[in-house]
């Protein structure tokens, strides 16, 4: 059975931090591209930011500079540092999983951050 769990999520003031972390199991974990997304009331879910198997990045434009996104394959988990967090950024954020090699895809339970002064 495959699960992401995720958790980190929390209150805090605009300009804190916060660290995101998910643990996987029931998959080859280094073999996924990691991705975390978020989503608010009424909108889509959007990617925050991605990391492949070989450790490649990317960002949406609206956390470049203030997020970081990295991996522990020995862990089987994945992290997103937030700083400089804003008020837009309160979101559900939720961890993904995805094989590049037959496009399955898992899905966390999502944790909730919320920045608010």
């Known amino acids: 059975q495959v699960q992401l769990v995720e958790s980190g999520g929390d209150l805090v003031q605009p300009g804190g931090s916060l660290r995101l972390s998910c643990a996987g199991s029931g998959i080859i974990f280094s073999f996924y591209v990691m991705g975390w997304y978020r989503q608010v009331p009424g909108k889509q879910r959007e990617l925050v930011a991605g990391?492949?198997?070989?450790?490649?990045?990317k960002y949406a434009d609206s956390v470049k500079g203030r997020f970081t996104i990295f991996r522990d394959n020995a862990k089987n988990s994945v992290y997103l540092q937030m700083n400089s967090l804003k008020p837009e950024d309160t979101a559900v954020y939720y961890c993904?999983?995805?094989?590049?090699?037959?496009?399955?895809?898992?899905w966390g339970q999502g944790t909730q951050v919320t920045v608010s002064s």
């Open positions: 990391i492949t198997a070989s450790s490649s990045t």
């Open positions: 993904n999983a995805h094989n590049p090699y037959d496009g399955y895809e898992y």
